[in-house]
């Protein structure tokens, strides 16, 4: 067993777990480590003659630590410089060892870009929490959320983003991509992901959002009038998407108690976008290209469906 350093043990009299430090003993037990590094390890770098590789495992929890606390790669290589509890959680001790550089952190993130590897650890996730009893419902709840994009052109290139659109939102203008979410009506688990430009219209999105099973379909106003979408792939649904007035043709009385009702259901999915925009913190974009913003947003939304079911995955492990 390795010997613990002055670094690590320290002589502090009093302490205190913080909400940092409980958030991540949680998430510790909660992530599937061992079938996500088997899904990775096939393309990590094997050690040879010249520098061997950081543990991979180590590597997986230093760019979950990234999505969960909306750090960049030099941000979290100096917050595990910074944060005990986050040191622990990845295994790191200072009298021994140095942290891994912003390099190998880059390194790691672009090889999981490389190999799609961020759909790959959502759909594995999808997979163990259905084995751990969390099964899909017949209903799905669809939504879409801004991502915002830097709109300046006073960088390197001169330019902006060629892949980030402008959107219109009410009366404003937004700059950036669309992250479109299907939750589970049941237990809120995100089970469809899709990343587009901002000027994608919702209902464009919509047939790669339906797993085809359902018999349900809850959305917002953007998804109005797509019955037909909706009966073509999932064959058994019936829509209950909003009601949407058009210019001077208001809605009816009758149609705004079946809006009020059916918005009882809805905010489930807001639930889900808020963990990964507020919590998590992806509000706005931090590479160019939906490719890497895309395997950031997969990535993102395996680590949701993790912590909305923690508490009775927690439950199932104490028992």
């Not at 096939?42 to 010249?50: D, V």
Request: glycine residues 8%; charged residues 25%; hydrophobic residues 40%.
């Amino acid at each position: 067993m390795k010997q613990v350093s002055l670094a690590r043990g320290g002589f502090d009299q009093y302490g205190k777990t913080t909400k940092r430090a409980a958030f991540l003993a949680e998430m510790d037990r909660v992530v599937p480590w061992a079938q996500l590094c088997a899904l990775i390890e096939p393309h990590y770098p094997k050690a040879g003659r010249g520098r061997h590789p950081v543990g991979l495992e180590r590597m997986l929890r230093i760019h979950f630590l990234q999505h969960w606390f909306n750090l960049s790669d030099p941000g979290v290589e100096e917050s595990l410089y910074e944060s005990n509890s986050m040191r622990e959680f990845v295994g790191i001790d200072l009298g021994h060892e140095r942290v891994p550089d912003e390099t190998t952190v880059c390194k790691f993130r672009h090889l999981l870009e490389r190999h799609d590897l961020g759909r790959q650890i959502f759909e594995q996730v999808g997979a163990h929490l259905q084995a751990q009893g969390f099964r899909l419902s017949t209903g799905t709840i669809v939504d879409a959320t801004l991502i915002a994009a830097p709109s300046s052109t006073r960088n390197a290139s001169g330019a902006r983003d060629p892949e980030m659109k402008q959107s219109k939102k009410g009366n404003q203008w937004y700059f950036g991509m669309k992250a479109y979410v299907a939750v589970d009506a049941r237990n809120k688990l995100i089970h469809r992901v899709v990343a587009t430009s901002g000027n994608v219209h919702d209902s464009k999105v919509l047939p790669e959002l339906l797993h085809g099973k359902e018999t349900a379909v809850w959305g917002d106003a953007a998804y109005a009038g797509q019955s037909k979408v909706i009966e073509q792939h999932a064959p058994w649904a019936q829509d209950f998407t909003q009601h949407r007035g058009r210019a001077y043709k208001y809605l009816s009385p009758m149609q705004r108690e079946i809006n009020r009702r059916r918005s009882k259901v809805r905010p489930r999915v807001e639930h889900v976008i808020g963990v990964i925009k507020r919590i998590f913190g992806f509000s706005k974009v931090r590479y160019r290209g939906l490719a890497k913003n895309g395997n950031r947003l997969f990535v993102t939304a395996a680590l949701a469906n993790l912590f909305t079911v923690r508490r009775p995955l927690l439950d199932a492990l104490r028992g």
